[in-house]
C-alpha cells in the first residue's frame, strides 16, 4: 500500500511539473530553489521536486507525500482565512468521513490533555502555532499550521467530577480551498500524531 501511495504522488509530481505554474512558490507560501520549493509542514521542512518530496529527516508515511502533492496541486493566490473556524462536518462532502475524522483526529487526543496542556510551547513552536482567539472556549486551545495555508485549532477540556476529557479539532474557514475533503481528513489525522509524537 505504501508504494501505491508513493507511486500516486509522483503521479500528481508528474501532473505539477509538466505545466509548473509561474507562481507557484507564491501559491504554496513557499521559497524557490532552481525547481525545488521549500516551505513548512507537519513540523519539518519540506522541499517538493520533479522526482519527490522530501519532509525532514525522518522516512515518513508516503501518505504525507500524497497530501503535500494535493495541497501543490490545488494551490491557489488565496491566503489562509482564519475565522471563522468551520468543524470538519461543514465542509461539502465531509459528512462521510466525519466519523473516521472524530475517531482519528479528535479521540486519540482525549488520553493525553494534561500532556499536550503542558507541551503546548514545543506544539506551537513545531507546528507553527498561535495562541487561539479569547473567545474560542474549551480549558486551553491552540492553533497550529500543519500546511502553511491550512489552520487547526484544537480546543480542549479537561476532566473534572462530571465530565471527562474531550478534544474538538477546527478548521480555517477556507481550508477546503487548498485541498479535496478526504485530505483534510487526513490533515487533521496526521496532525494530531504530530501533536502525540511532541509530548512522547
Do not use: W
Request: charged share 20%; aromatic share 10%; glycine share 8%.
Amino acid at each position: 500500500m505504501t508504494d501505491n501511495y508513493a507511486k500516486i504522488a509522483q503521479d500528481n509530481l508528474n501532473q505539477l511539473y509538466k505545466n509548473l505554474p509561474e507562481n507557484l512558490a507564491e501559491n504554496l507560501a513557499a521559497k524557490q530553489d532552481g525547481d525545488r520549493f521549500i516551505f513548512p509542514a507537519f513540523g519539518e521542512t519540506c522541499k517538493i521536486a520533479p522526482n519527490g518530496i522530501s519532509l525532514g529527516n525522518k522516512n515518513r508515511s508516503s501518505v504525507f507525500d500524497i497530501l503535500i502533492s494535493l495541497y501543490a496541486l490545488n494551490a491557489i493566490p488565496d491566503n489562509c482565512a482564519l475565522l471563522p473556524f468551520k468543524s470538519f462536518k461543514e465542509f461539502d462532502g465531509g459528512m462521510p468521513y466525519v466519523g473516521a475524522f472524530t475517531t482519528h483526529t479528535e479521540q486519540p487526543l482525549v488520553p493525553h490533555v494534561e500532556k499536550i496542556k503542558a507541551g503546548l510551547d514545543r506544539i506551537k513552536e513545531t507546528l507553527n502555532g498561535e495562541a487561539a482567539p479569547t473567545d474560542i472556549g474549551g480549558d486551553f486551545s491552540v492553533v497550529v499550521y500543519p500546511l502553511p495555508k491550512i489552520a487547526l485549532c484544537y480546543i480542549f477540556y479537561e476532566p473534572d467530577e462530571d465530565f471527562p476529557a474531550s478534544v474538538t479539532c477546527l478548521f480555517s474557514n477556507n481550508a477546503r480551498l487548498f485541498l479535496p475533503v478526504d485530505g483534510l481528513a487526513d490533515v487533521g489525522e496526521y496532525t494530531s500524531k504530530n501533536i502525540l509524537e511532541l509530548i512522547g
